[in-house]
C-alpha cells in the first residue's frame, strides 16, 4: 500500500547556495501528484529529495523534514540506503543494467541487497513485476536477452518493473516520458494509472497535458530569477490547477503565457 | 498485479530505522579505497626514504672509505661523490635530450598524419603500429640497437664526421663499431617515438572542428590550417607530452648498457666513443661487482636520477593540468 | 578568397526581386561615407597561391616522410628478431635450462640450452606483479572516482600517480632491493622482490586505465542502483566495476605486457640463474629479458680446439635472438588479448 508522504519547511542546498525554499506539501498516499514548472525552479531537486537521492551529489545538503508515514526520513538513526528501498525512483531516461538481462534487471534490487531469493520465488517475482508494469507480454519469451536490447518506452517499463520488484510504497518519477516517442508515452500514463492502486506516486513532468491526464494533484514550482532560489508556489488539485487556478503566475504558466 | 503482492508491508519505523544490511562492508569497502589511495603516497615517500637509507654511509659513513671507493669505480678519476655523479649526469641529460631533438619533430610528423593527413582506416592501423612500437621491451631495443644498428649506422655516421667533422660535436674520427652518444640516442628517440606520438596525436584530434573548419572557410590550405588551428590548440600538450618522453629517456637503461662504450667526461664527442655514460645504464653495469659501500654510491646515483626525473615528469603533468583548468 | 570582385560588381550580383530594393538603399546610406576599396588590390597574386600550394605539397611529404622514417627501425627490427630467432628457437630450447652447458657443445639432448627457468621464472614473478598491483590499483581508482569528490587528497593521488608512471625502472629496483635489504637482510636476493618492483611500475598503468574505465560508467546507473537500496559498496562492486569489467581487464592486461619486458629492475633484484627455480620467494630467479641481456653479454661461446663440429661460437647471440622472439611473442600475444577483450565484451552503454 501506498504511504503519505509530508514535508515541512524544506530547504535544499547546494552547497552553500540555497537552490530550492521552504516547501511545505502533503502529498496523499495512493494518488498521483505531478510536480510542473519552469526548468531550473527545483522541482527535481525536491522529488530526489523524497528518497534522499539528491544527497549523491557532493555538498548537497537540505534542512526541515520529510516525514514518511510520519517519520522523518532525515532523522540521524534514518539510513538513506533503507530510505531508497521504502521509496523507489524511475529515471528521465531509462537505464537498464547494459550487463544484465531482462529478468537480471528486474530481481536486480533484490539480488544486490544480498537477499537470497530461490529460483521459484524469483520466476514469480519476475512475473508479478513485468505484468505489473504492462511489459510481461511482451517480453515473457525472451527473459534472458540483454535488458539495453529492448525499446526505450520498453526499457523504461522495464525500469518501473525493476523500481516496484523491491516493492517500495512510494514511487517518484522524474519526467519519466521525456525520452519516449507518444505511444510510449501512453504505454507509460496507462501504468501509472494503474500503479496508483498500490503505490504513492509523484511525478516530476515538463508536459502539462500529462498532468492533466494522469494527475490527481498538481503542484507549481516557480522562480523569481535565474540565481534565485525555486520555491512551491501553489499546490491544488489537478482540476483547479488546469481550470480555475487561484494564482497568477500559476494561471500565466499553465495558459501557455511562459515556461 | 495481484499474483504475489504478499511482499513486505512492515511498519514504516521498523524498516526505516533497522539498521541496513551490508553497511558493515560498505564501511570496509571504503576504508580499503582510502587506504590504496594514501598508499600511492605512502609508496612514493617510501621510494625516496629507503634510497636515502640506503645511500646513508655516502655522508654520514667514513668518507675515505667512500672516496676509496668511487676512484676505483672511475679508475682514479674522481674521488668525491659530486665528481663521480657530474659527469653521468651530463651524459643522461645529453643523451636524453639529443633522443628528444631527434623524436620531436618525427613524432609530431606522424601524429599529425595519424590525425589528420591519412584516410580513417590507414590512421587506425597506424595507431596500433605506433602502440605495438611502445610494447616491445627495451632489452630488445637494446639487442636489435648493439647487433643491427652499431653496424648498419657506421658508414652514416663516417659520412657525417668527414663532412660535417667541422661542427665540434660531429668532431671525428667516427668510432666504428659507433657505439657512441650518438647511435644509442638514435636508439631512445626510436624508444620514445610512440609516447610522445600516441599523446600528441590525443591532442591534435581534439582540436574543435569548427576551429579547422574556420581556417579552411578562409581559403587556407591544409597547411595553413594545420598551422592556424591544430598546432596552436595541441602547444601544450606536444610540451608535456616531449616532458614525459625525456623523462623515458633520462632513466632507460638497458638500451643505453647494451649499446654505449661509457666514458667519464663532459664531452659532446657525439660520434667518438667512450666518452659519456648515463646514470642508470652506469648502475647496471657496475653493481654486479660493486661492494656493500659500492652499492650505497650507486644507490646516491640512483637518488639523483629519481630526482630530476621526478621533476621532469612533475613539470609535464603541471602543464597539462593547468592546461585542462582552463 | 580569391575571385571576389570590387563592391559594385558584387552587389550587381545580388538578384534578391523583393528586397533588392528596400535592402539595397538601406547600407547605400550606410556605407556613404566609408572609403572605396578596390578588392582587387588584395587577390593574392598567382604566384603567392603557387607558393602556398607548394608548401602545403611540401609538408605532405614531410609528414609523410616522418611516418616512413619511423616504420623503418620497426620493420627492421622485427624482421631481424623473426629471422634470427626463428633459427634456434624449438622444442629443445623451450623445455630445457641452462645447466649442462658447456661453452659452445651441445647438451646431452642435442640442443645448445634453453628458457624453460627463464619461462617459468617470467610466469612467477610477474603472476606475483599482477597478485599486488592489481587489487590497489582498481582500488586507488575507485577511491579516486567513487569516493575522492575532487578533494585536495585526491588530487595529489592523482598527481603522484602521474609522477609515479616516470619513474625510471632502474630506479624501481634500486627502491626493492634496498626495502628488502633493509626489512629482511642485506644482500637479500629472490623472486618476490623482482615481483615488489615490477608493482612499482604497473600500479600507475593499472590506476590510470582503470580511471579512465570508471569514469565512463554513466551516472544514469549508479543513480538507478542507489534508488534501489543497494549499498555504495554492492554499487560498485556489482554495477560499475562490473560494467567496466572489460575496459579493466584489457588494462590489465596491456600493463602486463609492459612489465613482462622490464629487465633492468631484475637484475638486481631476482638475479640470475643458469636452473629452475619454482620458489618465488628464496633463491635467484632468472627471467626471459634478463636471460636475453645476460646472453647477449656473454658476446661469444668457448669452443676448445679439440671441440668437436657441434661446437657453435656465436650460441649466446642466437639463444639472446631466440629468447627474444619469444619474449616478443608474448608481449604481442598480451597485447592482441588486451585489445580483442576490450573490443569483444565491451558492454554497450549507448551513451
Known amino acids: 500500500m501506498g504511504q503519505r508522504i509530508d514535508v515541512n519547511n524544506l530547504n535544499i542546498y547546494y552547497g552553500s547556495f540555497l537552490a530550492v525554499e521552504d516547501v511545505n506539501i502533503n502529498i496523499d498516499a495512493n494518488k498521483v501528484t505531478a510536480f510542473i514548472g519552469p526548468s531550473g525552479c527545483g522541482k527535481s531537486t525536491v522529488l530526489r529529495t ?106 523504461q517499463r522495464l525500469c518501473i518493473a525493476r523500481a516496484v520488484a523491491v516493492h517500495p510504497s512510494v514511487l517518484l518519477m522524474d519526467e519519466p516520458c521525456s525520452a519516449l516517442d507518444p505511444i510510449s508515452t501512453l504505454a507509460v500514463e496507462d501504468l501509472i494509472n494503474e500503479l496508483k492502486k498500490d503505490y504513492t506516486i509523484v511525478i516530476v513532468t515538463h508536459n502539462m497535458q500529462q498532468a492533466a491526464r494522469i494527475a490527481d494533484y498538481t503542484a507549481f514550482f516557480n522562480l523569481k530569477a535565474v540565481g534565485q532560489p525555486g520555491h512551491l508556489e501553489y499546490f491544488a488539485d489537478t482540476t483547479t490547477m488546469f481550470n480555475n487556478p487561484q494564482n497568477e503566475e500559476a494561471e500565466r504558466y499553465v495558459s501557455g503565457r511562459f515556461g | 498485479m495481484s499474483t504475489t503482492s504478499t511482499g513486505p508491508s512492515t511498519g514504516p519505523t521498523s524498516t526505516l530505522t533497522k539498521p541496513v544490511s551490508g553497511k558493515q562492508v560498505d564501511k570496509v569497502f571504503r576504508a580499503i579505497a582510502y587506504a590504496c589511495g594514501i598508499l600511492i603516497l605512502v609508496v612514493l615517500g617510501a621510494v625516496a626514504l629507503f634510497l636515502l637509507f640506503r645511500a646513508w654511509p655516502l655522508i654520514g659513513g667514513d668518507q675515505s672509505a667512500v672516496s676509496e671507493t668511487i676512484s676505483s669505480f672511475t679508475g682514479g678519476k674522481a674521488t668525491n661523490f659530486w665528481a663521480y655523479v657530474g659527469p653521468l649526469l651530463f651524459g643522461t641529460v645529453l643523451v636524453a635530450a639529443l633522443a628528444l631533438a631527434i623524436a620531436f619533430f618525427v613524432a609530431i610528423g606522424i601524429a599529425l598524419f595519424i590525425s589528420h593527413y591519412a584516410p580513417k582506416k590507414l590512421a587506425a ?63 631512445l628517440a626510436i624508444m620514445i617515438l610512440p609516447i610522445i606520438t600516441s599523446i600528441t596525436r590525443d591532442i591534435f ?10 581556417a579552411l572557410a578562409l581559403g587556407a590550405t591544409k597547411w595553413e590550417m594545420v598551422k592556424l588551428a591544430v598546432l596552436p590548440f595541441g602547444k601544450s600538450g606536444v610540451i608535456s607530452a616531449s616532458m614525459l618522453g625525456l623523462g623515458r629517456a633520462l632513466g632507460e637503461t638497458m638500451a643505453v648498457l647494451m649499446i654505449l662504450s661509457p666514458g667519464l667526461k663532459y664531452s659532446f ?43 621532469v615528469n612533475f613539470l609535464a603533468r603541471k602543464i597539462t593540468e593547468k592546461k585542462a583548468v582552463k | 578568397m580569391a575571385g571576389h570582385g570590387t563592391i559594385p560588381a558584387k552587389e550587381g550580383s545580388m538578384t534578391h526581386p523583393t528586397s533588392h530594393d528596400s535592402s539595397g538603399s538601406a547600407p547605400a546610406s550606410l556605407m556613404a561615407d566609408a572609403p572605396v576599396i578596390d578588392f582587387d588590390k588584395f587577390k593574392p597574386t598567382r604566384s603567392h597561391l603557387a607558393a602556398r600550394q607548394r608548401k602545403d605539397t611540401f609538408m605532405r611529404w614531410l609528414i609523410l616522410l616522418a611516418f616512413v622514417v619511423a616504420c623503418i627501425p620497426l620493420i627492421s627490427l622485427l624482421w631481424t628478431t623473426i629471422v634470427n630467432g626463428v633459427r634456434r628457437l624449438n622444442w629443445d630450447f623451450l623445455s630445457h635450462n641452462m645447466t649442462y652447458v658447456v661453452g659452445g657443445e651441445a647438451t646431452g639432448t642435442g640442443g645448445y640450452g634453453g628458457i624453460l627457468h627463464a619461462i617459468i621464472g617470467t610466469l612467477e614473478i610477474t603472476l606475483g606483479s599482477m597478485v599486488i598491483s592489481i587489487p590497489v590499483g582498481i582500488m586507488c581508482s575507485v577511491y579516486l572516482v567513487e569516493y575522492a569528490n575532487r578533494s585536495r587528497l585526491s588530487r595529489t593521488v592523482r598527481l603522484l600517480v602521474d609522477v609515479m608512471s616516470g619513474i625510471p625502472s632502474i630506479v624501481a629496483g634500486l627502491f626493492a632491493f634496498s626495502m628488502f635489504s633493509i626489512l629482511v637482510g642485506p644482500g637479500t636476493i629472490n623472486g618476490f622482490e623482482g615481483s615488489v618492483a615490477l608493482s612499482l611500475l604497473m600500479i600507475p598503468t593499472v590506476v590510470k586505465t582503470t580511471e579512465e574505465m570508471l569514469k565512463i560508467v554513466p551516472n544514469d546507473l549508479r543513480e538507478a542502483s542507489y534508488a534501489l537500496g543497494v549499498t555504495k559498496q554492492r554499487t560498485i562492486s556489482k554495477i560499475v566495476l562490473r560494467t567496466a569489467l572489460p575496459g579493466i581487464v584489457s588494462g590489465a592486461i596491456l600493463a602486463i605486457a609492459r612489465v613482462i619486458g622490464e629487465t633492468a629492475p631484475l637484475l638486481m633484484t631476482a638475479g640470475y640463474i643458469v636452473s629452475t627455480n619454482m620458489n618465488l620467494f628464496s633463491g635467484e630467479m632468472t627471467t626471459l629479458p634478463v636471460y636475453v641481456y645476460q646472453e647477449y653479454s656473454k658476446l661469444r661461446a668457448n669452443c676448445p680446439a679439440d671441440a668437436s663440429a657441434s661446437c657453435v661460437t656465436t650460441i649466446p647471440m642466437e639463444r639472446a635472438w631466440a629468447a627474444a622472439l619469444v619474449l616478443i611473442l608474448i608481449v604481442l600475444i598480451l597485447n592482441l588479448i588486451g585489445r580483442i577483450v576490450a573490443r569483444i565484451f565491451a558492454v554497450k552503454t549507448e551513451r
Not at chain 1, 557532493?58 to 540506503?81: I, K, M, Q, R
Request: charged share 15%.
Open chain 1, 50 to 155: 523524497l528518497d534522499r537521492m539528491h544527497e549523491i551529489v557532493p555538498g548537497a545538503h537540505c534542512t526541515g523534514e520529510v516525514l514518511l508515514e510520519g517519520v522523518n526520513l532525515y532523522a540521524p538513526d534514518v539510513d538513506p540506503v533503507a530510505v531508497r528501498r521504502d521509496v523507489g525512483m524511475v529515471f528521465q531516461r531509462p537505464n537498464p543494467f547494459p550487463t544484465m538481462s531482462i529478468r537480471e534487471n528486474v530481481l536486480a534490487g533484490v539480488r544486490l541487497n544480498n537477499k537470497k531469493i530461490s529460483k521459484s520465488d524469483a520466476d514469480d517475482l519476475v512475473e508479478w513485476a513485468l505484468r505489473g508494469a504492462n511489459l510481461w507480454n511482451e517480453v515473457k519469451d525472451r527473459l534472458d536477452n540483454p535488458g539495453v536490447g529492448l525499446s526505450g518506452g520498453q526499457q
Open chain 2, 125 to 187: 592501423a597506424l595507431s596500433y603500429v605506433v602502440d605495438l612500437l611502445a610494447a616491445i621491451p627495451s632489452v630488445i631495443y637494446g639487442l636489435w640497437g648493439g647487433l643491427v644498428l652499431v653496424p648498419a649506422i657506421y658508414p652514416f655516421w663516417n659520412w657525417v664526421a668527414t663532412y660535417l667533422g667541422w661542427i665540434p660535436i660531429f668532431a671525428g674520427p667516427a668510432a666504428n663499431p659507433s657505439r657512441t652518444v650518438a647511435t644509442v640516442a638514435v636508439v
Open chain 2, 205 to 214: 584530434l581534439q582540436t574543435p572542428r569548427l576551429q579547422e573548419e574556420a
Open chain 2, 269 to 311: 664527442r657525439l660520434l667518438q666513443a667512450s666518452q659519456d655514460q648515463t646514470i642508470a645504464a652506469n648502475i647496471a653495469a657496475q653493481y654486479p661487482e660493486a661492494n656493500e659501500l659500492g652499492v650505497s654510491v650507486l644507490i646516491g646515483t640512483g637518488l639523483v636520477l629519481f630526482v630530476i626525473t621526478f621533476l
